[in-house]
Structure formats: C-alpha cells, structure tokens
C-alpha cells in the first residue's frame, strides 16, 4: 500500500479539524446557556449570596475544601455542608474553630466572621446546594 | 473504507495497492469514525437500559424525511465518484459539475434536516428533554455539521477543479475530499437505521 | 549556539529550575500536612501552602515555556529574536511579579492581600489556580503580549516552519484563554462553566500543542529525522489532541449545574483524549529508532522519550480511569483526581520543560552536551523522579480508591475526616515518595555544576 502522505494536506486537516471542533464546542455551550437558568438557581442569587461567594473567594476557601467536587481534597465538600451540619450547624463550626489549631489535627483557621459575614457565607452555600447538580453528590458526606 | 476495501480487491493489473487520498485524511476519518463509533455504541447502552422508552420516541422521528435524506446522500456520493472518475479520464469539464452536484444532493440534505428540526425544536424538543431526544439530536446534529464540512471541503475542490487542478496526472486532492465525503455518507447509511428505524 | 540572542533563554531556564525547587518543598510541606494536620499552622496554613505549590508550578512551567520558546525560535525562523532586551526585561517582570506574589501568599492573609491588591475593582480571586491577585493577572497578560509580540515578530520575518506555527498557536491560544480568568460572575454554574475554559483548554488543548511542538524540535535536533516527516506526524497528532481534547472539556460539566448531556458527550469525546498522547509515544519512540545521528546529548534524548511515555500514562491512562461519567460520579474531587494531576503534569509539561532545557542549556553554556558524568547523573535524576512520580501517583490512587469506597460507595458512608484518617498510610508513602522526588531533582541540580567541564571541546 502505497499512499501519499503531505505535510499541506495534513496542515489543513488540522486547521479545519480544530476550526470544525471549536464550533462545535461552541454550539453545545450556546444550549447550555439557554438550558442554565433551569438549573443554576440564578433567579434566586441576592445580594447575601453574592457577598457570600465573594466570602468565599477572598478566603480561599477552595484552597482546602471542594465546592460541587471541584477544588483542594484536603477537607470536606462544601456543596452540600447544609445538609450534614444544618444552617446553624455550619455557622457555629466556623465560629468555633481555635485560632491556634487542634494539637495533630487537621484544623481550619479562625476567620473572625461577623454574623452578617457567616448569614451570608451559609446563604452562599444554602445556594450552591440548591443547584441542580445531576444528583452529585452521592451521599450526604459528600 | 469502502474505498479501502476497494483497493484491496483491485485485479493485479494494477501494479501497486494504492491507498486513494492523503494517508492524513485516512487518520482524520478514523479518528471522527471512532467518535462516531463510541457515540453508537453509547446510544446501543444508553438504549438497551430503556428500551420502551427509546421505541415509544422513535415513532416521534420522521422516517420518510430520514429515508428521503439516504437517498440524497447516497446520491450525492455517487456524483463525488463520478467526479473522481472524470479526474482518472482527464475529462475536465465533468470534474467539478459533478462536484456542483454532490454538493448541492448535500444542500438538499440541510434543507430536508433544517425541515426536521424545526418541526422537533417548534414543539419544544431539546437535548434536555430526555434520553432519546439528547441521542436524536446530538448524533444527528453532530453529522449535520459533519455534511456542512463535507460542503465546505467540496466547495474547494470545485473551485481547484475549475483552475484544471485535478487529472489523471493528480487526483491527490479530489480523491482525499472524496474519501471524507463518503464517510459523511457512510456514518449516515448508520445512523438512519440506527436512530429512525430500528427497534 | 547558531543565534546570540537565543541566550536569553539561559536565564528563564534557570528561574524555572529555581520556582520547580520552591514548588517541589511546598510540595513536601503539604505532605506532611496531610498526615500531621497542624504542621506549620496556623503560619503556613494548608490553603496557603497549595496556592504556593500549584501557583509555583504554573510559574515555572511557563518560564519553561517561554525559555524554551526563545531558544527554538530563532532557530526555526533562521533569525535572530526580534528583540532580546525586550525578552530581557519581560524576564524580569515575570521574575519580579511572581516572587512578590509568592511573597505576598505567605506574608499577609489571603483576604488581606485581595483587600490591598484591589479585589474589590474586579473580584477574580479565590478560583483555584486563578488565585493571583489582579496586578498580578495583569502582569501575566502584559508579560504574554509582549512575548507574544517579540515571537511572532520574529517569526513574521523569518521561516515559518510548521513547528513554529504551532507552537505559535498554541502560545497564542495560551495568552487568549487564560482572559477568561478575568471573568468572574455572581452566578457560581457560569463562573465555573467558563474557569475551565482557561483551565482545561489551557493544559488538555493549547499546552499540548506547545509540548508537541517542543518535542518535535528536539526530536529534529538529536535524531536527524527529516523534518518534513516529524512536521507532518506534529500535524497529525495536535489534530487528534484538539479534536478529541475540545469537547472533552465535557467532562468536566458533569456535576456543577450543567446539562446532563454533557455526561455522554463529555465521556464520549475524553475517552478518546488518550489516543493523541498515545500517538505522541510512538511518534517519539519511532523517531529516535529511525535516527541517523547518535547525538552526543543522551539525557535530553531520555526526557523526549520519558515526556511521551508519562504523558501517556498522567494524562492518557489515568485520566481516562475516571473520566467516563458513571465512574466519575464516584470519584469526583478525591485522591484519584489528585493522583491523574500529579502524574499528567509532571509527565506533560514538567518532564516537557526538562528536556528542553537538557537540550538547549549545554548548547547555551558552548557546548553541544555535557560531560560523560553530568549525563549519568542526570539520568540517574530522570529516574528517580519519575519513579517517585509514578509511586505518588500509585498511592494516591490507591487512597482515592479507598476514599471513595469508605466515603461514597459503602451502605454506611463515613465522614469525610473519618475515611481520610483510615487512609493515612498512604498519604505516608506518598510524603516519602516526595523525598525520593526530592532527591531526584537535587540529583538534577547537581549534574549542571558536575564534570561539565572536561568534555568542554565537544
């Protein structure tokens, strides 16, 4: 067998192979976008929760904990703490963490919230739990 | 790989078994024949865990539309043939009309399918509807766009084939489009049967 | 040496190897803290600690990148870089820039430094990976343009070779995705819908193509290959990574919010992302068997072959184990996602660097390899590392199994804290086998500053 094989012919292919994958990736995020509202809750995003998220992200949360499975494995998924500790549960767990550690264990800084600061860090994660997840994750501990 | 078989089979007056196109357009058809393949065979899993429910939505499809667009891709692949031929006989006039034609079998196959979507869209249908729709619509539009760069790619050979490009001393070109545009026409002689008819 | 100005390689070589060290140690530091919870706290704080060691990990591979960059361009354009004090001065604002980020990590709270860094003009802290204050992320877009400027300047007035286009491309294609980082919306599904477009089409799409177009120079430099063979084998293989690597953005939209269909799509299209690396394997493996010189640089012949082969197994094998949606669903964000980044980076775009600069640093420092001895060491260091990557990764899958197994799959799931502490034996074996890595790249160090000299002539 023998077949001609060119440097243009195959430089082509990769231009349009990548052009051709490109929009389609395109067209599949351009659905998603009109599917999304269904399934992010953004109707019910207030300003607590946007002050939540931006808790969140000043504080690196994610440099610990996961957030729907993605982030640091170091600690617990967050994306469904609601459902394990209960609203007052994860707000006096933030509270309560001593500044200095637990001797040998893992432990989480104290943050020094206000009570508005934590209100808003659960409505924040009140939130993300109720986002339609493709019922990720599988079991309450995440 | 019609056309590959085909060169096996070739009598021994031919003096070489000779691979038609550019071996990167062979690489590039099996690659987009494997994701098609696993795509099938997903749709195979996907269907065998539900089958009353994969049947009961397969009635929604509209068959002779299906069958209607077959027929215009098989027809439109008999044109690229032709064309490949005229090239081997040097007759310069049939290349690209032959070309025109296959491409414009492939236009009739957009209108027909844009016909289908907007019925199935109009009624509300996405890929989010259910299981069946997300296999109808993603396999379907995934070749759809496959028969919109079979154009694109046919489009080029018909403007290198009015330049008088193509001939008996080099069908290189004409024969790689050719071969992609047959894997267009083949992975839809698949998906018909395997999305409308099959239950 | 054919150009002087590829010199300016020499030192973002060497901040590379530099940031690698920094990252390896904090590498360590996390370790440990995985087993001994309160190591360093509250002072170096997990949190902090990762920030350091993947940030440092960025940082360095693109001062490989860009090192590499300008050693090979001027050589495939045929020209000398259009400019070298620009490359110059860039060099030292990346330098600058990214110790004080560093810095700035470990000096003050995070929430500190977001205040003082002005977080508030435009949130897009706190993302993982993304975590740079934004003078930095400026910082990064004005160093990658005027990079991008000095590349593309000088290919424009020299050869553009197929391995230049794509390595442009893929530079480009770099300096382009990382803008979604500065998209930051309230709404969390569309904040981590478009995170990813820098994150996965950085190292699953336009990095592989910087990798493939390095290899392929190398492959050029020390096998004799023609180029018009290795070029079109490039072509074939960046085509199969993008066409398999762009949709399998997909799975990554399984459970944050997004359509289910990416389930199918997603697994559909990453299944097939292990097959351009495989390609990349025997692409690499045939070329050195077809070669027709022995070059004299037998490490970076080792590393070209290495990249290909880890690359495969990080990125190609581990990843596909848990890509397929059902699997995922159990080990999203555990040890096994961990285990598949470990091994795909060190095998990608670690290992990637590292041969570039065994390649081009004895041709910088005059000589077209290093000593006999400087090699051995060398290799001696190749192995080490790796095989300590491939143990970090074998136990880290190993933990991730059994997390998942304790956590997700068992009729009475455990607590999370619970599972890890029964898993603690692992996370031991793999701090050791950071020592080992450890060794390894201090091996590495060693082999720049050992019998460099009696071979000078060579």
Request: with cysteine; glycine share 8%.
């Amino acid at each position: 067998m023998s077949g001609a094989f060119t440097k243009s012919m195959a430089r082509n292919i990769f231009y349009g192979g990548t052009v051709f994958f490109f929009l389609l990736f395109l067209a599949l995020s351009f659905d998603t976008h009109s599917q999304l509202p269904k399934r992010d809750m953004r109707a019910n995003i207030t300003p607590q929760i946007a002050e939540g998220k931006k808790l969140w992200e000043v504080n690196n949360c994610i440099g610990c904990h996961t957030l729907l499975g993605e982030g640091a494995y170091f600690a617990p998924e967050l994306g469904n703490v609601v459902v394990r500790y209960g609203d007052e549960g994860t707000k006096a767990f933030i509270q309560s963490r001593p500044k200095d550690g637990i001797p040998g264990r893992r432990s989480m800084p104290q943050f020094n919230f206000t009570d508005e600061q934590l209100n808003a860090i659960v409505a924040f994660l009140k939130h993300v739990n109720s986002i339609n997840a493709a019922n990720w994750p599988p079991n309450s501990q995440g | 790989m019609c056309a590959m078989t085909t060169a096996a089979l070739i009598p021994p007056e031919t003096p070489q078994k000779r691979l038609p196109g550019d071996l990167a357009i062979w690489f590039f058809i099996l690659a987009e024949m494997l994701a098609f393949a696993v795509f099938f065979a997903s749709y195979a899993f996907a269907r065998a865990r539900n089958v009353e429910m994969f049947n009961l939505y397969q009635q929604t499809l509209d068959r002779n539309a299906g069958a209607l667009n077959t027929f215009l891709l098989i027809t439109g692949s008999w044109f690229v043939v032709r064309a490949v031929q005229a090239a081997h006989r040097n007759d310069q006039k049939a290349i690209p009309r032959n070309i025109l034609l296959g491409f414009l079998c492939g236009g009739g196959f957009l209108v027909v399918k844009v016909f289908e979507y907007a019925a199935k869209f109009g009624a509300g249908i996405s890929m989010s509807t259910n299981t069946f729709y997300m296999f109808y619509i993603s396999l379907t539009f995934f070749h759809f766009m496959h028969v919109i760069l079979g154009m694109v790619i046919l489009t080029i050979l018909w403007v290198q084939a009015r330049k008088g490009v193509y001939g008996s001393h080099d069908a290189h070109g004409l024969e790689s489009g050719a071969a992609y545009w047959h894997m267009v026409d083949l992975l839809w002689i698949i998906l018909f049967p395997l999305v409308y008819v099959m239950r | 040496m054919q150009f002087k100005s590829q010199a300016v390689a020499k030192p973002y070589f060497i901040a590379a190897i530099g940031l690698f060290v920094g990252q390896i140690l904090f590498g360590l530091i996390l370790g440990l803290q995985y087993v001994l919870g309160d190591f360093l706290f509250p002072a170096i704080p997990f949190n902090v600690a990762r920030m350091v060691h993947t940030n440092l990990l960025i940082v360095w591979l693109l001062f490989g990148f860009m090192g590499g960059t300008y050693y090979m361009i001027p050589e495939e354009a045929e020209t000398e870089l259009f400019s070298p004090k620009l490359a110059l001065l860039m060099f030292w604002v990346f330098l600058v820039a990214g110790a004080l980020t560093i810095v700035g990590y470990l000096a003050v709270p995070y929430a500190t430094l977001a205040e003082l860094t002005g977080n508030n003009l435009l949130e897009t802290m706190g993302r993982e990976f993304l975590e740079q204050p934004l003078p930095t992320k400026l910082g990064i877009v004005v160093v990658a343009l005027a990079f991008l400027f000095n590349v593309t300047m000088t290919v424009l007035k020299g050869k553009k070779t197929a391995i230049a286009t794509v390595l442009l491309i893929g530079l480009w294609g770099l300096a382009v995705f990382f803008l979604f980082s500065f998209y930051n919306p309230v709404n969390v599904v569309l904040d981590k819908f478009f995170w990813w477009w820098t994150v996965h089409l950085w190292v699953e799409g336009v990095w592989e193509l910087i990798l493939g177009s390095f290899l392929a120079f190398v492959l050029i430099k020390t096998t004799g290959v023609d180029r018009e063979v290795i070029e079109k084998w490039l072509y074939v293989i960046v085509t199969l990574t993008l066409i398999s690597g762009i949709i399998g953005t997909g799975h990554h939209y399984f459970w944050i919010g997004t359509p289910e269909y990416w389930q199918w799509w997603g697994s559909i299209f990453s299944a097939l992302e292990p097959i351009p690396f495989f390609g990349m394997t025997v692409f690499a493996f045939n070329m050195v068997n077809r070669r027709r010189r022995e070059h004299p640089n037998k490490a970076a012949v080792l590393w070209a072959l290495g990249t290909g082969v880890m690359a495969f197994l990080g990125a190609g094998v581990w990843g596909f184990l848990h890509t397929l949606a059902p699997v995922n669903y159990y080990t999203h964000g555990t040890q096994i996602t961990a285990a598949h980044g470990h091994m795909a980076f060190y095998g990608a775009y670690a290992m990637v660097n590292l041969m570039m600069i065994s390649y081009a640093m004895p041709i910088l420092n005059g000589r077209a390899a290093n000593s006999n001895k400087s090699q051995v060491l060398e290799m001696w260091s190749f192995w080490l590392m790796t095989v300590a990557m491939v143990f970090i990764t074998l136990f880290l899958t190993a933990a991730g199994i059994l997390q998942v197994w304790l956590q997700r799959v068992s009729d009475t799931p455990l607590p999370f804290m619970v599972a890890q502490e029964k898993i603690a034996l692992f996370y031991w074996m793999r701090e050791w086998a950071g020592v080992m890595f450890l060794i390894g790249l201090i091996l590495y160090i060693t082999s720049f500053f050992y019998g460099g000299q009696e071979e000078k002539a060579a």
